[in-house]
């Protein structure tokens, strides 16, 4: 299982903590772990400006091509236009990433579900921080007419019954693995609702790649399933 992409990964500064997540650091847990690709995106434009976040990205992937380049657009700064998917789609970012907890915005917002539509126009793939249980239902409930694959990220051992649900009412939606730590989780998610639309995430360096990848090793499912995870099911969702 030497083909393993990392869809959930962040470098940057995290002001709040005063700490930093260098690129560097990035790259030695990738060749630690035998990792041939991961998506990742800056801090910054989670946190500050995505404009400058989204050069900050750029500008590293084009060092290490191992990195594939996430975009993100914080839906507060949004007046509309077909502009920021444009520019992604030009840009060659493997997908889109959105942060309403950190950001301060309610996923029924008027600029997100715009987002999502010039989004799902260009056929590019988007991923959304779920922190509490409940914001998957929400955003399922509010995909009528957008078809958009979106990528659950930091689904945690509480939510595992309603990303199954969701999982179940809407084909386009995936979740990765990041938040995924009791035993027994990522079985019961693959059971119910199968292998092909769960993806291996660790947020690293934030969180131990390590101990990410051991969850889907340790998850007693077969090795097949786990190759799927941990590489087959990225490149199919981002056409690599």
Not at 53 to 70: D, F, I, K, Q, Y
Not at 114 to 136: D, Q, S
Not at 186 to 191: E, H, I, S
Not at 200 to 217: D, I
Request: glycine content about 8%; proline content about 6%; some cysteine.
């Amino acid at each position: 299982m030497s083909d393993i992409i990392d869809i959930n990964t962040l470098f940057g500064p995290l002001p709040v903590s005063s700490t930093d997540l260098p690129v560097d650091e990035l790259i030695a847990l990738m060749q630690k772990h035998s990792i041939s690709a991961c998506c990742t995106m800056s801090t910054v434009g989670m946190l500050l400006d995505h404009t400058s976040g989204n050069a900050a990205t750029l500008a590293a992937c084009r060092e290490m091509p191992s990195l594939r380049p996430v975009a993100t657009v914080n839906p507060l700064c949004y007046f509309g236009g077909e502009g920021p998917a444009e520019q992604f789609v030009e840009a060659k970012f493997s997908l889109v990433r959105f942060f309403p907890s950190v950001q301060g915005w309610p996923l029924r917002f008027a600029p997100f579900r715009t987002l999502l539509r010039t989004l799902a126009a260009r056929n590019l793939p988007v991923m959304i921080n779920i922190t509490e249980p409940g914001m998957a239902t929400e955003l399922v409930d509010m995909m009528d007419e957008i078809e958009c694959r979106i990528v659950l990220a930091g689904v945690d051992d509480r939510q595992v019954s309603e990303a199954i649900a969701v999982l179940r009412a809407h084909k386009g939606f995936y979740v990765e693995t990041s938040g995924l730590t009791a035993t027994g989780a990522l079985k019961l998610l693959v059971a119910g609702v199968g292998v092909e639309r769960v993806l291996f995430g660790s947020a690293a360096p934030g969180r131990p790649m390590g101990s990410a990848l051991a969850v889907v090793r340790h998850s007693g499912i077969s090795e097949e399933h786990q190759a799927a995870i941990l590489g087959a099911n990225a490149r199919v969702l981002l056409g690599i």
